[in-house]
């Protein structure tokens, strides 16, 4: 079956320009999370998805950063007036299972990322 | 503040040589830790995780909470192991990564 997928790929903005960014989980998973990679970094966690309900956004950098997963499967991420320390790889991950209070140790399968560039 | 440190960005060995990749957390508590993998052109993936005990690719971890460590071992390198390694730690709500390390193994 087909992985997780993002798009695009690869994304030019000028700063100030919004941005959105898609992620197609692995379907039936449950759990959706979002990562943002800066150059030579480790990914740092952004936000957590239980089926439609986000239930952790504490990794948001700021309020210009928004994520949305309505019916439950894919996920947008939303960055408004992009600035130029925004540019990172944003990575997607799905997982079967919940995130629970005992944490999350079920395997994350990550999307290629979305390289974003701000000029 | 809870930290995972991959002390080493670039690793080189030769084929055939041990080759250990290291990873130390700061972390009141009883984690879970894993090691993730992403070769070239391609997406991050898991390699293992210290409750399995299991052995990939020829890779083990140890985890050592005396030392807060959970070391990436494996007795022969080979040149397919070339890749970018990452260290992770998740407790509760808390998920976080080292910055990573590149192993070359070189012919």
């Known amino acids: 079956g087909a992985g997780v997928s993002q798009s695009p790929r690869y994304k030019v903005a000028k700063r100030g320009q919004d941005v959105a960014l898609r992620c197609d989980p692995i379907?039936?998973?449950?759990?959706l999370f979002w990562y943002q990679q800066a150059l030579g970094q480790g990914p740092e966690f952004l936000t957590y998805?239980?089926?439609?309900?986000?239930?952790?956004k504490s990794g948001l950098p700021s309020d210009r950063f928004f994520a949305e997963r309505p019916e439950g499967s894919v996920s947008t991420l939303k960055i408004q007036r992009t600035q130029q320390e925004d540019s990172a790889v944003y990575l997607c991950?799905?997982?079967?299972?919940?995130?629970?209070?005992?944490?999350?140790?079920?395997?994350?399968?990550f999307g290629p990322g979305t390289r974003l560039t701000v000029l | 503040a809870q930290r995972v440190t991959q002390p080493e960005k670039l690793l080189s060995v030769f084929k055939g040589a041990p080759v250990e990749l290291k990873c130390n957390y700061s972390?009141?508590?009883?984690?879970?830790l894993f090691w993730y993998v992403q070769y070239s052109r391609q997406r991050l993936q898991l390699l293992l995780r210290?409750?399995s005990r299991e052995s990939i690719k020829g890779f083990t971890a140890d985890l050592n909470k005396g030392e807060t460590s959970f070391h990436l071992k494996k007795p022969f390198a080979q040149e397919e192991d070339s890749a970018m390694y990452y260290c992770?730690?998740?407790?509760?709500?808390?998920?976080?990564f080292g910055a990573g390390t590149r192993l070359t193994v070189k012919p």
């Open positions: 991950a799905s997982s079967r299972d919940l995130w629970t209070a005992e944490g999350h140790t079920d395997t994350q399968y």
């Open positions: 379907s039936g998973h449950v759990s």
């Open positions: 998805f239980q089926n439609e309900a986000q239930l952790d």
């Open positions: 972390y009141s508590g009883s984690p879970e």
């Open positions: 210290h409750i």
């Open positions: 992770a730690l998740i407790h509760g709500n808390d998920m976080r």
